[in-house]
């Protein structure tokens, strides 16, 4: 390289230095991130976490984030299990409404001479299933806490109706002035070839019935090949945009492990035809369809299963969610007490309790299902900071109840063997 060209490149860089320093200095300039955590997003260079936590969730604090709750569970008084030896079970509860002074409502009750014995070994006694061989039944209460059990509200109906293997998982809809139970309506044991099933409804005018079973698939299953072509599972209708909006789980691949995703069906008319959304699955994770209207849009408890699974979700438009905030502890199969349902409301005020599940109650040979109480704050109208800690503390002995199984310590083991093995060559 000559002198000259040299001694150009050195000038140009002494000239070029000091913006050098301005420009990286332009970032000091803004100095370190403050101390009080801006409660707006602040104009400055942001990390992607930070410009995240400001532009994804509705406050850059999870205590001041509508869509942010703990849950808090209660046992509920009223309902007897035969001292939990797997004859009776109680899962997979609708949304609660409040009619006639009282709340209500429905679930599935199984009954029968044995605990589920899988589809193998089932029989028209034996159920293959904790929601084979059930009926739906219902119980209202004056606090949510201490239930009446009223008994049954759509039994299994006669062969070969939809249905008549087992009716389960069912919801609630207030549709100009009647009542309608959506629910699985299974036409084999569930586990013969997967738990497969459509949806069938009954409707009534009083939310005690009686109920008159419409007894034709009202959610037909996907054509073949379709995501939803063998399981349409939790039927989930609220009234929105002037439409039901009937959300629903289904099964899906299953190589080697099922996914579950959900879906939404629309109709004007609560006996169909239902339209499902072009866009389905419209929540990529969660176990069963939990919902609640929430300002214009609906938002979303998505549980077990899924990337996203121990989210909160909010679709602006009900179809396409985000999440909006990240929670432990989800309930099970939640029937929130959504008091604003059926409104066709535009200002959705949220949720801050219900009934939910625990499945496999006690152990897999009395394998039945408890319905719990669930409170939270994910309502606009309250605003309970107990419900809203994120720092959240459990003894040692709930983790030491998640414990390595034998495969894992077994290989755990191995794989020590050889690493001591290879460190000492
Ligand atoms: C539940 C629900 C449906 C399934 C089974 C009973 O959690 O997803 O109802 O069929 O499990």
Redesign the pocket.
């Known amino acids: 390289m000559t002198y000259n060209v040299q001694l150009k490149r050195i000038l140009l860089a002494l000239l070029a230095f000091p913006f050098f320093v301005l420009g990286q200095e332009k970032e000091k300039v803004e100095g370190a991130f403050p101390f009080k955590l801006p409660k707006e997003k602040p104009d400055r260079p942001l990390s992607a976490a930070m410009q995240r936590n400001y532009d994804n969730y509705m406050a850059p604090r999870p205590e001041d984030n509508e869509l942010y709750s703990q849950f808090k569970y209660t046992p509920l008084k009223g309902f007897d299990y035969n001292n939990h030896d797997g004859t009776i079970s109680r899962r997979?509860p609708s949304k609660v409404i409040f009619a006639n002074g009282k709340y209500y409502v429905w679930y599935?009750y199984r009954n029968t001479l044995t605990s589920p014995k899988g589809a193998k070994n089932s029989s028209a006694t034996i159920p293959s299933s904790d929601?084979d061989l059930c009926d739906i039944w219902y119980a209202t209460s004056e606090d949510g806490f201490t239930w009446e059990e009223q008994g049954v509200a759509v039994p299994r109906p006669p062969k070969p109706n939809v249905g008549w293997r087992s009716v389960?998982?069912t919801d609630i809809l207030v549709w100009k002035g009647k009542y309608y139970l959506y629910y699985?309506g299974f036409l084999e044991a569930?586990g013969k070839r997967g738990?497969d099933c459509p949806v069938a409804v009954s409707y009534a005018d009083s939310p005690d019935g009686p109920w008159t079973p419409y007894n034709k698939v009202v959610i037909p299953n996907g054509a073949p090949g379709d995501w939803d072509q063998y399981?349409i599972?939790?039927p989930h209708p609220f009234v929105y945009k002037g439409k039901i909006y009937l959300y629903y789980?289904s099964d899906f691949d299953g190589d080697p492990r099922l996914v579950r995703m959900q879906g939404l069906a629309t109709a004007d008319n609560p006996l169909g035809p239902f339209t499902k959304h072009p866009l389905n699955p419209v929540i990529a994770a969660g176990?069963?369809t939990s919902l609640f209207p929430f300002r214009g849009g609906m938002a979303a408890l998505v549980t077990r299963d899924g990337n996203e699974h121990h989210t909160i979700q909010f679709a602006p438009d009900g179809v396409n969610f985000e999440i909006a905030s990240i929670v432990s502890l989800l309930p099970n199969?939640a029937g929130s007490f959504v008091p604003d349902a059926f409104t066709n409301t535009d200002d959705g005020r949220g949720i801050t309790w219900g009934i939910s599940h625990f499945t496999n109650a006690t152990n897999w040979s009395q394998n039945h299902s408890i319905l719990t109480r669930f409170d939270c704050d994910l309502s606009q109208d309250v605003d309970d900071y107990d419900m809203k800690h994120h720092n959240e503390y459990y003894k040692p002995d709930f983790y030491f109840k998640h414990g390595l199984n034998k495969t894992q310590k077994k290989n755990i083991a191995k794989r020590n063997k050889e690493f001591i093995k290879n460190s000492t060559k």
């Open positions: 997979d599935t929601w389960s998982t699985q569930s738990d399981s599972h939790d789980k176990h069963e199969a």
